[in-house]
């Protein structure tokens, strides 16, 4: 299982800084997916890195506004939110597995994000 923290509300322009954590075991053997879901939306992948941290990817809508990270010593991943918008509302999942895909094992409950003025 995993552990989403973070999320809340920011304003337009604002950040936020999500983390991903798996209680019990270290996450640096996995490559670490973001995923979000916004109301009446399908689920679309954010962002995701490789277990080594030496591979990432990027949703084309994110433009260079969110970084992707991992620190592979206290086993947690890491997505840092900026230049938010309001359309980047939604719940965002983080997800493991030994690669990066849409499809990956491990999922965590989701945490929101509101980006309201």
């Known amino acids: 299982q995993l552990v989403e923290s973070g999320g809340g509300l920011a304003q337009p322009g604002g950040s936020l800084r999500l983390s991903c954590a798996a209680p019990?075991?270290?996450?640096?053997?996995?490559?670490i997916g973001w995923f979000r879901q916004a109301p009446g939306k399908e689920r679309e992948m954010v962002s995701c890195?490789?277990?080594?941290?030496?591979?990432?990817q990027y949703g084309d809508f994110v433009q260079g506004r969110f970084t992707v990270s991992r620190d592979n010593v206290e086993g947690t991943g890491h997505l840092q939110l900026a230049n938010l918008k309001p359309e980047d509302s939604g719940i965002y999942y983080c997800?493991?597995?030994?690669?990066?895909?849409?499809?990956?094992?491990?999922w965590g409950p989701g945490i929101s994000v509101t980006v309201s003025s």
């Open positions: 997800a493991a597995d030994g690669l990066c895909s849409n499809w990956m094992e491990d």
């Open positions: 890195i490789s277990s080594s941290g030496g591979y990432t």
């Open positions: 019990g075991r270290n996450l640096w053997n996995y490559a």
